[in-house]
């Protein structure tokens, strides 16, 4: 009988698979068991070899290009072959979207842990990590179906041209560091958290692919799970500031450091690197070498090197840079000279006589002495008129004004607001997968003709019991009073119930029972007004929707309950 899950988050390498080095996965001071693959297996993975058997494993099943599987999945390039399991980029004929599979056969030594961990990753469903999709034991083989992110860059390919810019990498170490602390609080490790595991998307966010299941498939364990995976962490960080591996043996394209030498911090290594970056990823790469300098602690956890980078000075994006036009040149002709011989040096060249100004006619001064007088008039009766406006204001403010005598000035209710600047933004998922994490960054970019959208439910217009609820969480920088937010909806004619709760990060580690609510609003317009009864002090706020309206086919999203967000603009 076969078995079959569907979920999310994972592995295939989308330009094949990086060799796993003997350093890189080396054990640390205190003992970090770590599988060393260095002799077969790296030189394997790197040519990208057909490995038809290897010790402990079964001869892999013949697959090949149009190979389909479960009568959907239809194999279209093998990108990995190596100790019995191959990688294939694939397309999912039902959905029509390229997705990523590994085969391994049933009988392979790993087939139980890699199903094991899949479905495990799969109940994650954070949008953070590339989501398994399908995890299935059919027909004497064991396959793993995952996302294909075709607008995704490596790590590896963007280390290829430099170092990162130092915004750039602290996203990096941000993001991928707050995706692990994640991960460790459900009992999941990565362990193979290589420059080729880490992607960026168009859209400048950092998604992880592999967690659990990569090491799996390479039968890689570890005692400490959490240390390999934060001393992993800062070697991409490591490598992000310098362009080079933080060990002797050269990896992932990059070259490693000097032999003899130890591990030197970053900013030794490169010029002009971050210094407050450079100490962390020295924090996170925990040896005595790096550490025998620093009075800092070193971070052993994800969790520790979270709170490390919360305590940095926020680094900011670097301003546009905008090149002046070029200085109009404007070409001119002498009178009489286009066309005709240049004039020989030291020969003095005649002067034309400048033609005197035309007599002006009796008719243009009478003309132009009755556009005056009408002018004078003209601006006498305004200011006239506005002076006696200004005259009823002033009475009419004196009869009416009453005066209080605590001081408070009452006009400053009506003082305009302009909306915070949103510095970033991020789903948030309670429950289940996530809506669409690569078009968050649109509820805030200005334009009312992008969008971002909630799938469409057969059910609701409550969410419940399919989901809690769907939202974002929105970054403004620094803490600052929120006491109201303008929300631009897509669909209208029945209920969107919105509401606003203050996070205490961009992936909030509290539930939303527990975090500050702001303001509700249920409507059934396309905008959403929230005003809370007093400014919430808060520098991530949760926008939270928990019933959609139901709306008709619009093309690709269908007919049924669903929402989508063009414009979010909070005011204090």
Known sequence: MAE????????ADNSGDEPLTAKAEQ???DGVAQTRERDTAANEDAEDTDVSTSPGSSTPPELHSGHKLARRYRLEECVTRLDGFSSWRAVDEKL????????LPADHPRARSVLAAARSSALLGDPRFVQVLDAVEENDLVYVVHEWLPDATELTALLATGPLEVHEAYQLVNQISQAMAA????????????????????????RIRGLAVNAALRGITSETPQRTDTEAIGALLYAALTQRWPYEDDAYGLSGLPKDIGLIAPDQVRAGVHRGLSELAMRALVNEGATASRQDPPCTTTE??????GEMPRIRPPEPVFTAPAEYQRTTYQQGTYG??????????PMPAVPPPPLQSRTGKALKWAVSALLIVALGLGSWQLAEALMDRGTSGDANTSHNTDGDDKGDEHKPTKPMAIEDAREYVAK??????????KTYDGDSKTFWRTKTYNDGPKLAPYKPGVGIVYDLGSAKDVSAASIALQYGGDHTTVSLYAADSLSPTTSIDSMKSIGTDTTTSTTAKIEADKPVKTRYVLLWM???????????????????????????
Do not use: I, M
């Open 4 to 11: 079959r899950s569907t979920a999310a988050v994972d592995v």
């Open 27 to 29: 054990t640390t001071a």
């Open 96 to 103: 029509r979207r390229a997705v990523g599979v590994h085969l």
């Open 183 to 206: 991960a460790h609080r459900e009992g999941l490790a990565h362990l193979r958290l290589t420059p080729s595991a880490v992607l960026r998307t168009s859209t400048g966010q950092w």
């Open 304 to 309: 520790e090197l979270v709170k490390a980078v």
């Open 340 to 349: 005709r011989q240049a004039p020989r040096p030291g020969v003095a060249q």
């Open 432 to 441: 289940g997968e996530a809506q669409a994490p690569g078009e968050v960054a």
């Open 546 to 572: 928990t019933a959609l309206p139901k709306s008709g086919s619009d093309g690709y999203y269908g007919a049924g309950y669903k929402q989508a967000l063009t414009d979010v603009k909070f005011t204090g």
